[in-house]
């Protein structure tokens, strides 16, 4: 994460840059992995300024090409922002596939994005890494018994909590979450939705516990009463009331008092939002047909020590992901783990969407079943043995991998007697 960035540029962070400095926030993370009583996402309308709505959504690639055009329209633009219509932590991989995307192109720029904090401790490492400066996560409780109320349902992997029990699971990673962020130097805001006859009376004590924590900034929002959600009938609390809030969490933590409560795809000024105008070109972005090159830009690699391609596939316990840069040189993004072996046929499904923003694999060998299964979903399959920078040259080159190929029937080195499957 850079460090020489002028974070004062934020206008969410400072309010003094609200006129001067824009934010444009992407829709690339559409699914969720909680249900608040208060939020209902079927509604969409570019009238309505809420968290939860966009008018498209768009795949990272999407984005970037999104991205260029706000610029040429706004170069006021200082903050890139993912806030949405979902949870960016429910939609990790394509948060992450952005941020590093962007911060690649356009390096001057600030990153953020808001969460409910979930999902945020597996990934905020990745964060870091891809230049995130700025987080938000939405508290509305540090008391489960209160929280259990808020959320209808809190899903973690493939598991679903109620009541209680998610209430705990989701402050407890809330906490963990915030205090890594700051850890990592990043700058931390917390949203706390008023809720009248339900956490009210619970905000100081929220306020306490983020201020323990180094929250930088405190948003207390009212509720806004939306149709179809378990809270459409409590009343929104009116300004005078919110303001007196605020004076009393002033006490413990600096106030946020001048919140758009942004959309999805908000863009554009907090003085001056341009969302309507900028809908059209959104959409299009959100139909447009990219090249592989642009979707799925990286290589995966079956290696053992990281200089040679050298493991069988189906024995890989990781794949490092490698990238070209626009100078022609090939980097290193990062390793993921690959899915268990005890997993079954379902492995190669598993493997094929793990690497989803692969072009090609590269590895030692492999069998006709994880082949089918890979090619299918668009991942092209190569068997090689030689040094990764080899490998990469040809695929990124367009050029021949046949003599790469691993030797059958005996190697033919001078003075090895070796069967050529292990040399």
Same mark, same amino acid.
């Given at each position: ?50 968290? %939860?709505? $966009? ?92 929280? @259990? %109320?808020?959320?209808? /349902?809190? !899903? ?22 915030? !205090?890594?962020?700051?850890?990592? %130097? ?5 949203? $706390? ?38 809270? =459409? ?27 758009? !409560? ?26 447009? =047909? ?29 794949? *490092?992901?490698?990238?070209? $840069? ?15 072996? $005890?997993?079954?046929?379902?492995? /190669? ?14 590895? @030692? ?25 080899? %490998? ?10 046949? *003599? ?20």
């Amino acid at each position: 994460m850079s460090q020489s960035k002028d974070f004062s540029k934020h206008p969410c962070f400072n309010k003094e840059a609200k006129g001067s400095c824009g934010r444009v926030h992407l829709p690339v993370a559409p699914k969720c992995n909680i249900q608040c009583n208060f939020c209902n996402r079927k509604y969409d309308c570019v009238n309505e300024s809420r968290p %939860g709505v $966009t008018s498209a959504v768009l795949s990272p690639a999407q984005a970037v090409h999104y991205m260029d055009k706000v610029l040429a329209k706004e170069p006021r633009i200082t903050v890139v922002g993912i806030a949405g219509p979902g949870d960016p932590m429910a939609n990790a991989d394509k948060t992450i596939d952005t941020m590093r995307r962007l911060n690649k192109k356009h390096p001057q720029l600030l990153f953020c994005l808001s969460t409910n904090g979930l999902g945020l401790p597996a990934h905020v490492d990745e964060l870091a890494e891809v230049g995130v400066s700025h987080v938000t996560v939405t508290v509305n409780a540090v008391d489960p018994e209160i929280s @259990a %109320g808020i959320y209808a /349902w809190i !899903r973690d992997g493939n598991v679903m909590y109620k009541g209680l029990e998610g209430a705990k699971l989701l402050l407890s990673r809330q906490l963990e979450g915030i !205090r890594r962020c700051k850890e990592l %130097g990043m700058v931390v805001k917390v949203n $706390t939705i008023v809720i009248p006859g339900v956490n009210e009376h619970h905000l100081e004590e929220i306020a306490k516990t983020m201020k323990a924590l180094g929250v930088d900034v405190l948003n207390c929002m009212g509720l806004k009463p939306v149709a179809g959600t378990i809270y =459409e009938n409590i009343e929104e609390p009116q300004k005078a009331k919110l303001d007196a809030i605020r004076d009393t969490m002033e006490q413990h933590l600096p106030q946020m008092r001048h919140c758009q !409560r942004c959309r999805a795809d908000a863009v554009g000024l907090l003085t001056e939002d341009r969302t309507k105008e900028m809908a059209g070109c959104l959409s299009a972005c959100s139909k447009l =047909e990219l090249p592989a090159e642009e979707t799925r830009p990286y290589v995966a690699v079956c290696t053992q020590e990281g200089l040679l391609v050298n493991r069988h596939l189906g024995e890989a316990e990781r794949f *490092q992901i490698w990238n070209q $840069t626009a100078e022609g040189c090939y980097e290193l993004v990062e390793e993921r783990p690959a899915p268990s072996r $005890t997993s079954g046929p379902k492995r /190669w499904l598993m493997v094929a969407e793990l690497l989803k923003d692969c072009k090609a694999v590269l590895c @030692a060998a492999m069998g006709a079943t994880p082949r089918a299964v890979l090619e299918e979903s668009g991942l092209a399959c190569h068997e090689m043995q030689g040094l990764i920078d080899q %490998g990469l040259a040809a695929i990124y080159g367009h050029g021949d991998l046949s *003599q790469f190929r691993k030797q059958k029937g005996g190697c033919k080195m001078a003075g090895c007697g070796g069967s050529g499957e292990g040399c």
